[in-house]
């Protein structure tokens, strides 16, 4: 059986483990959850009416049968219905979820921009004070938790430019770019940071590791420039580990960022979770917890498909 | 001591231990009571004062002295770090060196358990755990302890797997020696260098995940001092006391630092294949 099918077969596997995880993680949670819904007002319910919330949210089934409703409506793209808001979970989570991709997108791009080429040239000057500054700067990136970048960007911005960055309701993309960058920019930045810090140390390793080939030596014996040799030559093959680790980060970051919404009061996927689940809205929570996984596990998925594409030695199952 | 002495000879390997050396005699300094003053005593006269002779680091909004505060804060912060890395290290190694050593499907039902748990972000799944648990320091030790299990499970079993083939094993195996054997001094005694150098990181990566905990106040609770909760307090008087941002800020991102940099020059160290590119 070659890596490909392997992959494509253990897939739905996980993906069936998410869901039970999820799905029992959640009915672990202490307390009622008819109570959580109402507050202090279940108090004033009718065991009658207690009793038919109960069948009308499908909580007085045995777990078992719930669970089982629960995965037969994913099949439907049924992930049941929120309790906070009172509509289908689906729709609750789409609607933040252009945000989320967009940041992660904004935060890839930023990584990408600023890490490829510091780790190339820090590889390429190797060991000389130049290399020592993009390596410092790139552990330090690596080191500062987003909270503390987020924090430092909203300070100098309004010690500096006496300037807030706009918070409290989002613009969407389409309807004022302008809008909507200036108030993704400092996000964005702040969760690029130690993304471009850890493109900027893998490129590096890899690229010197690929410098020290035999056949960029070859390329280099028959005459081909410096530029050539790094650009056309080496960094193709470098790329290869950047791209595995940029798809798990961008994997990642597609689960929302939880702490850096909450710091530029951003209503993204990971807000939305954080509030369901201080909320025992048990619909949204799974229903976001699972769609954050899945959403992982496709990206892994086609990160290793096109990491097997890039590298014939895995596609072909050998070794 | 060979490895301690080759640390102090790596330019990072000695900055990172001096950093985290001097957290540790912070941490201790905080915990037997040598504080400048009490964490938790507010000095009202002194609210919301900066950085002085008195107070070093300044004062918050109850009055209360950063410095000292700190000092509890990486006490906490490590002691969580600590025990939930060691919960990670021993829970991961032991289901990576059993998947390989059984085999078959064993191997994929223990990975796929794994894959599983890598398939949430680490932040979510602690916050998981934490709405089950409710917060408090146990919790996050648990929460964090089991969302760098599977990290430490495939760090183990790659190399087990690999020694497992190997002649030895297969020769200790013949002349009869027992499994458990065969498993502590051929497998687990050369799982040791990879070991180091991932429990190194990870109690970076525990430090990150704790202080995000704590900073969404899902962590240990006030009034204990916490480094993410000072954080999350500093936000809503940045203009006016930036110290109380920095300070802690700073802190945390010096601890993270110093273990990552101890962590890499383990593995330049330990790591043969980088030794063969410097040889």
Avoid: C
């Amino acid at each position: 059986m070659n890596y490909i099918t392997q992959r494509l077969l253990t897939f739905p596997l996980v993906l069936l483990g998410v869901s039970l995880l999820v799905f029992f993680a959640i009915r672990l949670v202490p307390g009622d959850a008819i109570i959580a819904m109402l507050g202090t007002e279940a108090g004033l319910l009718t065991d009658a009416q207690r009793e038919s919330l109960a069948a009308y949210f499908g909580l007085d089934q045995p777990i078992i049968v719930q669970y089982g409703r629960w995965l037969a409506g994913l099949f439907e793209g049924n992930l049941g219905i929120s309790v906070i808001y009172g509509k289908p979970v689906l729709e609750v989570i789409l609607m933040r979820f252009p945000l989320t991709l967009e940041l992660a997108l904004l935060s890839m791009l930023i990584a990408l921009v600023v890490g490829i080429p510091a780790g190339v040239f820090a590889a390429t000057r190797a060991d000389r004070p130049s290399d020592l500054a993009v390596r410092v700067f790139a552990m330090l990136g690596q080191s500062t938790p987003s909270f503390v970048v987020g924090l430092l960007l909203i300070y100098f911005l309004s010690v500096v430019f006496r300037a807030l960055p706009a918070m409290g309701s989002f613009t969407p993309l389409f309807v004022d770019p302008i809008g909507n960058l200036s108030q993704m920019i400092l996000p964005a930045i702040t969760l690029g940071l130690s993304f471009a810090a850890a493109v900027t140390r893998i490129s590096r390793s890899a690229m010197l590791d690929v410098l020290s080939d035999d056949y960029v030596r070859t390329a280099r014996s028959k005459g081909a420039s410096q530029r050539d040799v790094v650009w056309r030559h080496a960094l193709p093959n470098a790329l290869i580990p950047v791209v595995t680790l940029s798809g798990v980060e961008f994997g990642y970051l597609l689960g929302g960022a939880v702490i850096v919404e909450q710091i530029f009061a951003l209503p993204g996927l990971g807000r939305l979770t954080l509030d369901a689940i201080s909320q025992r809205d048990y619909p949204l929570v799974q229903g976001a917890v699972l769609f954050i996984a899945f959403n992982f596990l496709v990206v892994n998925l086609i990160v290793d498909l096109a990491y097997a594409a890039l590298d014939p030695r895995i596609r072909l199952g050998g070794k | 001591m060979a490895l301690l002495r080759a640390v102090m000879r790596h330019p990072s390997g000695r900055i990172g231990a001096a950093i985290i050396a001097l957290f540790l005699i912070l941490a201790l300094m905080g915990a037997v009571g040598l504080t400048p003053h009490d964490p938790l005593k507010q000095f009202v006269v002194d609210r919301m004062k900066g950085p002085s002779g008195t107070y070093w680091f300044g004062t918050d909004l109850l009055g209360r002295d950063t410095f000292s505060r700190l000092m509890l804060g990486i006490g906490e912060s490590f002691l969580i770090a600590f025990a939930s890395v060691a919960i990670a290290a021993t829970a991961g190694t032991l289901i990576g060196l059993f998947a390989a050593w059984w085999g078959h499907l064993w191997d994929g039902i223990l990975m796929r358990i794994m894959d599983v748990l890598l398939a949430f972000p680490a932040i979510l799944l602690a916050l998981l755990i934490v709405a089950i648990q409710g917060p408090g320091v146990m919790t996050s030790i648990t929460a964090i302890g089991i969302v760098y299990t599977p990290i430490f499970a495939r760090v183990a079993r790659a190399p087990a797997l690999a020694l497992k083939a190997r002649e030895f094993v297969e020769a200790a195996r013949t002349f009869g020696s027992t499994q458990r054997y065969i498993l502590t001094r051929h497998l687990l005694l050369n799982l040791i260098a990879p070991l180091t150098v991932t429990i190194t990181l990870a109690l970076a990566w525990s430090l990150l995940t704790e202080s995000g905990l704590s900073f969404l106040g899902l962590g240990s609770q006030p009034p204990a001092p916490s480094l993410g909760v000072m954080l999350a307090e500093s936000k809503s008087m940045m203009t006016r006391s930036p110290w109380l941002m920095l300070f802690p800020g700073l802190t945390i991102m010096l601890a993270i630092l110093g273990f990552n940099l101890l962590g890499d020059a383990l593995r330049d160290i330990l790591d043969p294949r980088t030794q063969e590119r410097r040889a």
